[in-house]
């Protein structure tokens, strides 16, 4: 059964392992190897391949934007390794599927949470480099970045303060609730209040990334309560 579901995940990435406990090591969260008395889980291996994430959508950007600035390059950048894009990369091949949770995480609401498919998509990519190279994990990367032919900074933080100070005539007011994950790879939950009522919350890898997701997640629910 594992061997089959390995193989199915490898067949929709592009990639065969010649190493495949690397693969698994990728694919298994803390709660589940807590729960089989296990030592090793993705934290390190999501550590490394957000780096060479970076490192390859760095370059990749530097050669597609070639008169952009530092400053508009690292908003792309940012843009595009953000919990929110990642995580939708992450759905595009089911990728919540594969993951080795502990019992008490392993619900479907867990397997389609924004964080945990970052993180696993990122240790994905360490996997890859560690055993096949830079140049495969870059392919691996390149398969979804490439997809983007246009990449589009939204600031969503002055799109929600514009809504509501027509709506309320009032500011939004940005909270950090909650920081969580291991010192190299911090995450923070962002709530974003209106008269001290919730619109939105957000996850991202650095305060400025939550607070963004918890506008733009604000956006889509005034919307939806709006039609």
């Known amino acids: 059964m594992l ?81 929110p894009n990642l995580s939708v990369w992450s759905q595009e091949i089911n990728l ?49 970045l490439n997809s983007k032919k246009e990449i589009v900074v939204t600031d969503y933080k002055s799109k929600l303060q514009e809504l509501t100070q027509k709506l309320y005539k009032k500011f939004p007011d940005y909270k950090i609730i909650k920081e969580f994950g291991p010192d190299h790879n911090k995450k923070f939950e962002a709530v974003v209040l209106i008269n001290s009522k919730l619109l939105g919350n957000g996850i991202g890898n650095s305060k400025k990334e939550a607070h963004q997701v918890a506008a733009q997640k604000a956006l889509k629910n005034i919307k939806s309560r709006s039609t």
């Open 3 to 83: 061997s089959e579901k390995i193989l199915k995940l490898q067949k929709i990435i592009e990639y065969s392992f010649d190493n495949l406990e690397v693969l698994i090591i990728a694919l298994t969260h803390r709660s589940y190897a807590s729960q089989v008395g296990q030592k090793n889980c993705n934290e390190r291996m999501e550590f490394l391949g957000d780096s060479i994430l970076s490192a390859i959508v760095a370059e990749t950007l530097y050669v597609r934007y070639p008169t952009e600035s530092e400053g508009k390059l690292s908003q792309l950048k940012a843009q595009v390794v953000s919990a």
């Open 96 to 144: 919540g599927d594969y993951i080795f949770l502990g019992k008490s995480d392993d619900t479907k609401e867990s397997r389609e949470r924004e964080g945990l498919l970052c993180d696993v998509f990122e240790a994905i990519v360490g996997a890859i480099y560690l055993d096949g190279g830079f140049e495969n994990a870059k392919k691996f990367v390149l398969k979804f």
